[in-house]
């Protein structure tokens, strides 16, 4: 699962034409088609304002540096960044989004909250493994049988895949990857959407 953002009136830098579709009475297979998603490709990289895409893991850590940051937006706006619901945010509000992030960029402002979220992370205790309920060990009877036999604190069964017999794992928290240049990259998207949709 992933969220699609595609820009409503995105910056065409001149001379660079959208490629034409093939049509129907293309086969899927026809050359013409990875010719077309090739040239596609391209014609996004260099317009990027048209459309970018990010999955759940990377969308969550720019959607909370858009809410912690961007106190112009409204909260319908921050409600809209958590769904795939068609939430639209207007052409000025995502020029602002693109001007603010790269403001932010240049004082290493964008640097910090990375880092800070990224210490967070790392100080949150481990919690119970929710596969084995906190034992280490697997006493369901798993779909797949490549688990080894395990006995920890009296009890037997298999070793739990989800923490490796330890009965502790990483916070859910620590999924969420943070990274600079994804924030980045999608600052120089906003400010050349001419706003955009999140579905």
């Not at 969420?176 to 980045?184: F, S």
Request: charged fraction near 30%.
């Amino acid at each position: 699962m992933g969220f699609d953002i595609y820009g409503m009136d995105p910056l065409i830098r001149a001379g660079y034409d959208k490629p034409e579709r093939p049509g129907p009475e293309v086969s899927y297979d026809d050359d013409l088609w990875r010719d077309y998603f090739d040239k596609q490709k391209e014609f996004e990289k260099i317009n990027p304002g048209i459309y970018f895409r990010a999955n759940v893991w990377w969308w969550r850590p720019i959607a909370l540096f858009l809410e912690e940051t961007m106190h112009f937006l409204s909260d319908e706006d921050i409600a809209g960044l958590c769904y795939n619901d068609a939430h639209i945010i207007t052409k000025d509000k995502a020029k602002q989004i693109g001007q603010h992030i790269k403001d932010l960029n240049e004082i290493g402002a964008v640097d910090a909250w990375v880092r800070d979220k990224k210490i967070a992370v790392i100080m949150i205790s481990k919690e119970d493994c929710t596969i084995c309920e906190g034992t280490g060990v697997r006493t369901d009877d798993p779909m797949f049988g490549d688990l080894e036999p395990y006995t920890k604190n009296g009890i037997e069964g298999l070793k739990c895949n989800g923490c490796n017999g330890e009965g502790k794992r990483d916070p859910w928290e620590s999924n969420y990857p943070y990274d600079t240049e994804i924030i980045l990259e999608f600052g120089k998207f906003a400010e050349e959407s001419g706003g955009f949709q999140i579905c």
